[in-house]
């Protein structure tokens, strides 16, 4: 395989997929933690061991996020510039959220007031569940298109509102992926910790593997029968330079399905989520919940791929114009950057998950509550 | 190349870094060996003593917090001297020192051999009635260890604090506060003296 | 077209935001390498009050780090929520050092610091002293990274624009990589930051020494501060005054605005000391100026001139002219009339199309400009000369005043007479937010005296912000100062609180605190 400019136009559809995936198997584990922080922690020492098992390494996992929008302001700086202007108080919305994490993190146990700590909690709380949700929102917004369209100068125009990205739809979807996250969380909590918190993380996990596999099922549903897919009626060469103005799309329901029809083998992907699902909960009443922990990365990732695949070749249909809409070949940076992005990430990401699994290495182990008692003025 | 003459400034900065504190502990190491410790008793002597008594208030002064100064004098010394001869006043000397430094907190409190039968020991943030229990330990140890010989007045310890007796008239210079508190310390370690038997007094 | 209300609040937002976000940057990037230093000799003497250091000051450093990735956030994801013409017209050059800024270094740093603050008793000293300076390292290639990205926004090489895509597009990477604008602002940006660690760790430890609390860990520390620093300082002096006279027209314009050099001079030039810039009439009122001294350290030269605002103001008229016949041309090729004429005559005018885009601001369709509107957009093209001659004249005096306590301080250290020196303790801390002021300063300097470009003679600001609301954008505005504020009022509490305690806070019963704790 030559690595011509239509090939790289693909790959990079796969690296930033990779770059979500990586984001949402590995911060997602923190944002399901801070969602069930205030919950799973029932006091100030049992809360501080569900913050060390995250707290020496959630700093790096979200760093995935911050890379992969990075790597999609070098790879589709028009996806970046219109989404992200689009859905400007959604974004704005996650990002505030975020906020409380660093600070939450660092700040909480150095006063022993309870009401700082319990502000802190609840702001660790905002932190995981606001971005869990949202995150879903945007992806539900997505499979629906956006309303925007660009004028001549490709300049973007967003004619949308923020309520109308809380559509129920979208809503769902949101569902999906909070469920799915403090899922996957309580998966990670409950290989990191023991007794009382991991026998309410085993509960947590059979709850939210429940919700997620039904609002799941019940998202994939809507998508066949009840929105509007889109598909590319006419494009020109895939390998030329990116012009979002030079295609037509048309919407129609069940769209969305087209690749699964293409491809049958396609549809193992969905099915995979389930089974992984129902394969954690059985592997976290059984006491394995490492193994489970696989299992609920591969559902995450699966999840991703499901909406991915179903949405190929699109990033960002425009509910509008829809002959407006991104692709992957019409949305991308050049040639020469692709490249050069290319041999960046085959060349940083190797290491980045090297030294992290060292990290992990040397962090390893359970979290106990004498742990926390003996570190008092140094753990979080 | 700019990139350059970035690594070679770091690099010469972290030098200059490591270089400056390594000269200093140099330099430390350099002042602990010429400062002269009693060949006994490896305390320090009455000048080091008067230079960390001066610190001490100042550093009181400052953060406003109280200390305690304690004169231990060995009642027996003379007795010993006389009697069993150097030898043994020696060892009466070594034993109290022994039991000075284990009932006093290792790298905050400043023990001192003051003259050749009084101790001088600095208790930063005691009150005097905390340095009362910590004398009155010295004063039990000491005559469990060397009641046995001869007579039954072993130690006498006199306290003053900082800075209730510290200042003559109000806030003085140091030089005036350390002569006040001295002379308060003293006078109570006489009083104590004239009393029987392993006696403590309070300014 | 956005209204320039828009524009305003959006680089208000992106003002505040950043400069936020630059509070905590330089602590973080000088920081990182004093612990380093710190624990080296722990390593190298096996000592354990240098432990104790590198943990008390990696406290301190902890929580100045936690407010710097939180505003630090905001700025990877703003350019596309404020900016998306921007990051659409050059994303494909400026999103590159951003993403591999995430790769390579935001990864290192992030890891590594859970590492730092958890791994003392999971890893060998010599395994966590390596943890430590790559933390320190992967903290300075973020910068690294930014500052090339920004130093390309000052200079921008390496790129060409295509009008089948109406967008910037690499030409040559490794100029964009060895831009000189992005070196010399790196190298001065990270000294910068080498001083702000220094002056934070010798302020807080001469308080310690005045206070006469913890002396020998204090002593060591200012030790180790004052040696850093010094050579910070001097580097940060000699590389910034290299960084204004780096490739670059707009960084010539740039000059003569913040020295307020209305007319072109008999080099070599006269340097202005002090003076009112008067905008308006073009001139500089009760200046005070000094013959020779700027054309030798500017264009180091007798005879090379130092080109005048008013001379730049006659160029850049012609420019815009010669840039609304690019954008004829360029409307001609988008409207798919490209015959190789008109490709040959574009790409003869192409490096003035940003000049055109200036009438943006005034006609939409920039070719129907009046005379009017082209004085106008020239006149737009010489920064607000005032604000940029007085940051720039605070910045410089900030920087030799900590050169100063720094030799100083290095200079008490070396004869051993640091408690004997009280004013220069005394002086130290009184000189704790010089290094922040100049900080700030410096990038009011550096971004605000690009104005009106945000890609220099690319992309004017004005045409670069998103295509919000002015409403929208009052509400975000509003959000992020009040929740910065916050977070900085409860970070500036708990640093206080910390610093007051010192070392005593790592509960080693070691420390001042709780000696006198333990007497009580």
Redesign the interface.
Known sequence: MSLDYETLKLVWWLFIGLLLIGFAIMDGFDMGVGTLLPFVGRTDEERRVLLNAI??????N??WF??A???L???W??V??????GL??A??LV??A??LR??G???RS??PDPRWRSAWDWGLFIGGAVPAVLFGVAFGNLLQGVPFHFD???????TGSFWGLLNPFALLAGIVSLSMLVMHGAVYLQMRTEAAIAERCKKAIAIFAGIFLISFAAAGLWTAFGIDGYSITSIGALD????PLRKTVEQSTGAWLHNYALFAWLWLIPTLVFVMTLLVVLLSRIGRPGIAFIGSSVAVACVILTAGFSMYPFLLPSSSVPSNSLTIWDSS??F??LK??FW??LF??PI?IA??SW?YR??RGKITVQEIRDNQ???Y | MWYFSWVLGVLLACAFGIINVLWLEAQESLDQHSSVLDPLTKLISRVEFLEALEATIEQCKTNRAPFSLLLVSLDAFKSILDQEGNESANESVLAAADIIKRETRREIDTVARYDAETFAIILPGAHAPAAETIARRICDQATARLGSKACESVVSIGIAEYPKHGCPEGVGRVLEEVEALLRATDSTLKRAQRQDGGALVCA | MISEEVVDLSRLQFAITALYHFLFVPLTLGLSFILAIMESVYVMTGKQIYKDMTRFWGKLFGINFALGVTTGLTLEFQFGTNWAYYSHYVGDVFGVPLAIEGLAAFFLESTLIGLFFFGWDRISRVQHLAVTWLLALGVNLSALMILIANGWMQNPVGAEFNFETMRMEVSSFADVVFNPAGQVKFVHTVAGGYCTGAMFVLSISAYYLLKRRDQAFAVRSFTVAAGFGLAAALSVIVLGDESGYTDGKVQKLKVAAIEAEWETEEPPAAFTVIGFPDQEKMETRYALRIPWVLGLIAPRSVDEPIIGLKDFLVQNEQRIRNGMIAYALLQKLRNGEDDAETRARFKAYQKNLGYGLLLKKYTPNVIDATEEQITMAARDTIPNVAPLFWTFRVMVACGFIMLFVFAASFYVCSTGTVMKHRWLLRLALYCLPLPWIASEMGWIVAEYGRQPWSIAEILPTFMSASSRSAGELYLSLAGFIGFYTLLLVIELFLMLKYARLGPSSLHSGRYYHEKIGGAA
Not at chain 1, 55 to 60: D, R, V
Not at chain 1, 80 to 85: I, M, N, Q, R
Not at chain 1, 240 to 243: C, L, Q, R, S, Y
Request: no cysteine.
């Open positions: 707290g020496p390494t959630w700093e790096g979200q760093v911050v890379t929008g990075g790597a302001f070098a790879a700086p028009l970046y510039a219109t989404a992200f202007s400007y108080f974004l704005l990002l505030f975020l906020f660093p600070v993190f660092d700040y150095k006063l001549a100068d490709l300049r973007s125009y967003y030329a330079d990116p012009n940076s050049s020469t950057t050069i992005m960046a990430t940083f990401l980045v030294y992290t990290v040397v962090l003025h140094t753990a």
